[in-house]
């Protein structure tokens, strides 16, 4: 059947907001005539076909499972079938938590063409080209795939626009072959955040360097972090100080902020050693009156001003 | 019983590092080679396994790679391996994490090993893939991104959790034998001390070639990938984007970030 | 023989002869005794690990007598002590070797030779002599009394930071019962013996020869004519005598046999441990050879016999205490009770005839007499411990010894092995790669020579903080400058050079240590130079005593000799002299380990400084906090730290301008505790590199734009 097919994620009911960054992808990569569609399986797959109806899904494809919440059995039989039952050249899926449960096996056993944490996809010469981070995201790697009728590819997250507007995609169910799962999904469990946080988790961090000034400024910023919905860190001199907890220290000899997606760093200066433990963040905005401070030349955005001023600012938007 | 704990020699870049004259890797001579930090990991769990029990549990770890592997292997001795395997020849070269896997799934058949251990990724290519495509190769039940894992040996399953996004935990019990792809953080791994290291230069390492383990050459390196390199190149590094204007027009706009960054994640 | 040539005491007079044999048998027995408790104390040292001593035995000796006659040890920072002590230990030497004279006359001499000496003139002076002694014996303890009973000294405190209450061995009554019973005993035993001399000459009043050269006996004298005066015969004199004499005897006699089972013991341990000391105990660590199984100290059978004799030296006096960095913030390490906590804990366990279980020998854990992991990482390894101790105990290589073992266990804060390991992989403790090591070299106008290309009169070690920390890098762009301008021909490794790994040593990672130790000595070897100049005390420590261990002996000077040097020989010239008021802080590993006090002292006068002390200085500096690998652990939150302390000490100096450093560690710890005690803005912290640049400012423009 040639085409696009992405795997939509669902978790508790809710849709996985990745799902449409990989619609937008397929849109990116479309060629004309070629169909893009979306499966979604769960429980109730049809109560998702709503939020998929976007600009860009010609079909959705509902997959009944019969377990709650994510199995890796399951779904590597349904999806395995559904890709032999369609035959898409591309396979979208999100390069996630879900996902690294599954699709390496469903690729190795069945020799699909296969990269993971993709960034960016297009078609070269009518070959298509899958570009990802290497040695540490210190350098980019384009990766093609000779030979392979179907590709598999996972995307990262926040490197797609979903798209915009609505659609009227045709609806059709796809029966997943029966499957003995070997495992068993059980409750979900919430991480508590008592003081002693864990900055490896945190997807949001703040965090305040020697530019706040001292021990009596760390209040304001706790209170910006809260209200913005961060997390509290610090780098090596203000735990070194003992103004927070070394608990909260990012950077080098601190936790390594593995899960930042996003990360504000105020009055940070940027020595060495401290951006080594943020490299890999998505988006760092860092804020600091010296404009030749080292952390504005690994950061996204950068905002040349007075620290308090900018926290007082902000702390009016929430 | 046994556990198997696959581990991957890591490369990380030096200072002033170039791409090799065929465009497709870095320079060897810019590469820092050590024990990728997944595996300190999963290796510390297994040895956990190993000293909690109340009968013999054996420890091997296995890796695919050249000599200068053998330190890494030494270090994992060091910290309570019982045994050490190595898998190469050049045919392996240029592997992708699914050939990669077809190595490990051989080994994983040869050594009948209860679990088999992997890291979630690699620090250096972070494909997050190889001990997943050797469950699927092996046809083994599995289980990804494990943070915490209960497991008496002897039992027939295993019950662990799995870390999500966003901070939450799913439980799951799997049947054994299984792969289980081990998170950074779910332990505290040992400290193995130079001289310890040192001694541990005294037990053997068993290397193999593909062959010994029944692999035909294209079921290894490139011939064996599912994805091919095409290109490697060091992407613009970018100077930070300067949010001008007033302080309040300047927060503004970092509010709407912070907004549009917690429309996803909430 | 005149009548005054015949004077002399009869021994034993009036007593009956089955007393004197009771009194033989007694002393016999006390001496048995005696030597039963020496045989097990030496059964104990000889269970722990052998240990040949360096130098010859003469020699120590000689060195140990001068110490103790001279009892300059005991002097320092507490003279009043040493004063004190100087009496009770003469005192009691004059009053022992008196009995011993006269025991010498009447069981050897005498008897099987004939031989008296023991009467006139020399028995008359002799027993003034003894009189004075006495005075001297209990003046000492007096003062001694009053010092520990009212003068409430710190160092005499006993509550133990490194125990809670709750805990078996957290109050120790038994010391200061010991304490108490010891001086008192000493004091009685010199009070009777006057009583008893002036008992004697009441009960011998009629006799003309002791009654007319009673005065030869001054306070015994003045005592009996107290006790004539209130009426007391001759008869009742003799009743005293009789009677004081066996409370006195058998009192001394005790004293003797109690000596190796008490503090007492103290006159022959702290002895003996001056002569086994080593002066680099705490520079030079020893190697673990390869055949060693265990590394470090687990079991107290693993220290060695010397180590184990210090561990009975100590006599409680407290300095270390009172020196100790770490504890003086709060931190759960004294070194006395380290010390002591040891002591307690071999002799439970090695005093038995049998020795216990290997399992029942481990010094590590909480119980009594075990130190915690938490002591032996709170230790900063700055020696003011050994420096001070008056009876050389070294408790640096103990603490270290321990470490070791924590070490091999894996027992240490997680950042600390995060470290570790950094240092192993890159060679550095900032994780920075082997090539940037030169890289602070490259913002300079000239070219820093690479020693390992060619060869240079002298071969810079710059060392990990002063090539990555940007703020000690400026530092050392700043010495190239000056170097530079004095026209030195020098040279740095670049990225031959690892971390010198003084520090990971004093962590307990012997194996890291000997392969950085290793990767060095090697990179030396293959240059050429003449000396070697370092701008960081940690890796001159280590390179001038520990490198030659590893086949790498080098001239090596830390760069505040070389820069007098400089200045002496003209190649350096003040133009803008800085009147400034300055103290100076002499780096732990410079000067109480080196004894470097003067060329930066010399430096900052030939600058224009006014240079004022602050009181801990010298051998009394006091740490800021970051040796022993605490660097590289994290402080408690909310306690004050040593750098603070320190901080605090030098704002108390009035008007001062600037607190001047000489060592990366020091520059970088002293910055920030400036910043967190307020006093940002009063005075600064300047490294002496610095303030020689403002004194000679750049002619040729060699600063870094």
């Not at chain 1, 799902?19 to 849109?27: K, R, Y």
């Not at chain 3, 007393?19 to 408790?37: C, D, P, S, T």
């Not at chain 3, 960095?325 to 804990?345: K, N, T, Y």
């Amino acid at each position: 059947m040639s085409g696009i097919l992405v795997i939509a994620e669902q978790r508790r009911g809710e849709l996985r907001p990745v799902s449409l960054e990989l619609v937008g992808a397929a849109q990116s990569l479309r060629r004309d005539g070629e169909q893009v569609a979306v499966a979604v399986l769960a429980q109730d797959p049809a109560r998702f076909v709503p939020a998929l109806s976007v600009a860009g899904v010609d079909a959705i494809v509902t997959v009944k499972v019969p377990q709650p919440e994510f199995d890796p059995d399951t779904f590597t039989a349904a999806v395995g079938a559904l890709i032999e039952a369609r035959h898409p050249d591309i396979v979208l899926v999100a390069h996630s938590v879900d996902s690294f449960g599954y699709v390496a096996a469903l690729a190795a056993a069945r020799g699909y063409g296969f990269a993971t944490d993709i960034f960016k996809v297009e078609r070269i010469d009518g070959e298509l080209v899958a570009t990802r981070g290497g040695y540490g995201q210190k350098v980019s790697v384009e990766l093609d795939f000779p030979g392979r009728s179907t590709v598999l590819l996972a995307l990262r997250a926040n490197m797609y626009k979903p798209p915009d507007g609505a659609a009227t995609p045709q609806v059709t169910a796809f029966e997943a072959p029966a499957t003995a799962s070997r495992a068993t999904g059980k409750e979900f469990v919430e991480l508590s955040a008592g003081d002693d946080v864990d900055m490896t988790a945190a997807e949001f961090i703040l965090t305040v360097g020697r530019g706040i000034g001292e021990e009596a400024k760390v209040p304001q910023f706790r209170e910006l972090a809260d209200a913005v919905g961060a997390t509290l860190g610090c780098s090596r001199p203000i735990a070194d100080a003992g103004w927070l907890p070394k608990s909260r220290q990012v950077g080098q000899s601190g936790k390594t902020a593995s899960a930042c997606k996003l990360y504000i760093a105020m009055g940070v200066s940027g020595a060495i050693q401290h951006l080594a433990g943020m490299k890999h963040v998505n988006t760092i905005v860092a804020v600091n009156s010296d404009a030749e401070a080292s952390i504005f030349t690994v950061a996204t955005y950068g905002i040349v001003g007075d620290v308090f001023e900018i926290a007082e600012e902000l702390r009016r938007h929430f | 019983m046994k556990i198997l704990v696959a581990v991957k020699q890591v490369a990380a870049l030096d200072e002033d590092f170039e791409i090799s004259s065929d465009g497709r890797d870095v320079d060897p001579d810019f590469l820092i080679r050590d024990l990728n930090e997944w595996d300190d990991f999963s290796l510390e769990e297994a040895v956990k396994i190993k000293e909690a029990s109340g009968e013999p549990v054996e420890v091997i770890v296995a890796s695919v790679g050249p000599e200068e592997v053998d330190e890494s292997l030494r270090k994992c001795l060091a910290k309570g391996a019982d045994r050490a395997l190595r898998v190469w020849d050049d045919a392996v070269r240029g592997s992708d994490p699914i050939a990669i896997a077809r190595i490990l799934a051989a080994v994983t058949k040869r050594e009948k090993p209860d679990l088999l251990f992997a890291g979630v990724q690699s620090s250096d290519q972070a494909f997050a893939s190889t001990g997943i495509a050797t469950a699927g190769l092996l046809g083994w039940p599995h289980g990804a991104v494990v943070s915490t894992l209960r497991y008496t040996p002897g039992a027939k399953t295993a019950v662990f959790r799995r870390e999500l996004e966003g901070g939450l935990l799913h439980e799951v019990e799997i049947q054994l034998p299984a792969v289980l792809t081990i998170q950074a953080g779910i332990n505290t791994p040992r400290y193995a001390s130079l001289r310890s290291i040192k001694q541990a230069a005294a037990k053997p390492i068993e290397v193999l070639t593909p062959a010994d383990l029944q692999l035909a050459n294209d079921a290894v390196g490139e011939a064996g990938s599912l994805s091919r390199v095409r290109r490697m190149y060091i992407p613009e590094k970018g100077r930070a984007q300067l949010i001008e204007g007033s302080p309040a027009e300047q927060a503004q706009k970092l509010a709407a970030i912070i907004r549009e960054f917690k429309g996803e994640a909430a | 023989m005149s009548r005054t040539d015949a004077v002399t005491r009869i021994l034993f007079e009036a007593f009956s002869k089955a007393e004197i044999r009771i009194f033989y048998l007694l002393g016999y027995a006390a001496i048995a005794i005696f030597f039963y408790g020496v045989y097990v104390q030496i059964r104990k040292y000889r269970r722990g690990a052998a240990l040949r001593l360096e130098g010859s035995l003469w020699s120590r000796l000689g060195a140990m007598v001068g110490s103790v006659l001279s009892h300059r040890t005991i002097d320092r920072r507490d003279p009043a002590a040493g004063g004190a002590h100087r009496l009770i230990f003469y005192g009691f030497l004059l009053l022992f070797a008196g009995t011993s004279t006269i025991t010498l006359e009447y069981d050897i001499l005498q008897p099987l030779f004939g031989i008296r000496f023991w009467h006139g003139d020399f028995y008359l002076v002799f027993s003034l002599v003894l009189d004075v002694a006495g005075v001297a014996l209990i003046g000492g303890l007096i003062f001694m009394m009053y010092r520990r009973g009212w003068m409430k000294l710190p160092k005499l405190n006993y509550a133990r930071p490194d125990r809670v209450p709750g805990d078996v061995d957290f109050n120790r009554p038994q010391y200061r019962r010991e304490d108490w019973a010891f001086l008192w005993t000493l004091l009685i035993i010199g009070a009777t013996g006057y009583v008893l001399e002036a008992a004697r000459l009441v009960w011998l009043h009629d006799r003309v020869d002791v009654w007319d050269t009673r005065w030869w006996s001054p306070v015994g004298a003045l005592l009996a004519e107290g006790m004539r005066a209130l009426g007391m015969g001759a008869h009742g004199g003799g009743l005293l005598r009789h009677g004081l004499w066996w409370f006195h005897g058998l009192l001394a006699l005790v004293l003797i046999a109690l000596i190796p089972f008490t503090k007492v013991k103290h006159i022959f341990t702290s002895a003996a441990s001056l002569m086994v000391r080593d002066p680099l105990a705490s520079q030079r660590l020893t190697r673990v050879p390869d055949s060693q199984e265990q590394v470090g100290v687990a079991k107290i059978t693993d220290f060695t016999w010397k180590q184990l004799l210090n561990l009975d030296a100590c006599t409680k006096c407290g300095r270390c205490h009172e020196a100790c960095p770490a504890r003086a913030v709060g931190a759960p390490l004294s070194p006395r009770d380290v010390i002591l906590s040891l002591r307690e804990f071999a002799n439970a366990t090695l005093e038995s005839g049998v020795l216990p279980d290997a399992a029942e020998l481990n010094v590590h854990g909480k119980g009594p007499g075990q130190v915690a992991m938490e002591t032996l990482w709170s230790c900063r390894t700055c020696m003011a411990c050994v420096e001070i101790c008056p009876v050389a105990v070294e408790h640096i290589p103990i603490i270290v010894q321990l470490r070791r073992k924590l070490v091999e266990d894996g027992a240490m804060d997680p950042l600390l092995t995060k470290t570790l390991q950094t240092i192993h992989k890159t060679g550095n403790s900032f994780g920075e790669s082997k090539r940037k090591r030169g890289s602070w070299s490259k913002g300079l106008p000239f070219k820093v020579k690479d020693a390992r290309k060619e060869p240079v009169d002298v071969l810079w070690f710059v060392g990990d903080y002063a090539s990555f920390d940007p703020r000690n890098q400026k530092v050392s762009q700043t010495f190239a400058g000056l170097l530079h301008d004095a026209g030195v021909d020098f040279g740095i490794l670049y990225d031959g050079e690892s971390n010198a790994g003084n520090d990971v040593r004093r962590v307990g990672e012997e194996g890291l240590y000997e392969v950085l130790a290793n990767a060095n000595v090697a990179a030396l070897q293959s240059a050429t130079f003449k000396t070697i100049v370092t701008t960081d005390p940690h890796s001159y420590n280590t390179i001038r005593n520990e490198y030659p261990d590893f086949g790498g002996k080098y001239e090596i000077q830390h760069y505040t000799s070389f820069v007098k040097q400089l200045f002496d020989s003209g190649k350096l010239r003040v133009t803008n002299p800085l009147k400034m008021r300055a103290t100076f802080h002499d780096p732990c590993h410079l000067g109480r380990f080196n004894k470097g006090y003067e060329p930066p002292r010399d430096v900052l006068k030939l600058l224009g400084c006014e240079l004022v002390e602050m009181g801990r200085s010298r051998a009394n500096s006091f740490c800021c906090g970051a040796g022993g690998g605490r660097i590289w652990i994290p402080d408690p939150v909310g306690a004050e730290k040593p750098a603070q302390n320190r901080i605090r000490e030098a704002a108390a100096i009035p008007g001062i301008e600037v607190y001047v450093v000489s060592c990366p560690k020091d520059l970088t710890m002293f910055e920030d505790a400036l910043k967190t005690t307020g006093n940002e803005g009063k005075f600064v912290v300047k490294e002496l590199i610095e303030l020689i640049r403002e004194a000679i400012p750049a002619a040729l423009n060699t600063e870094v734009a």
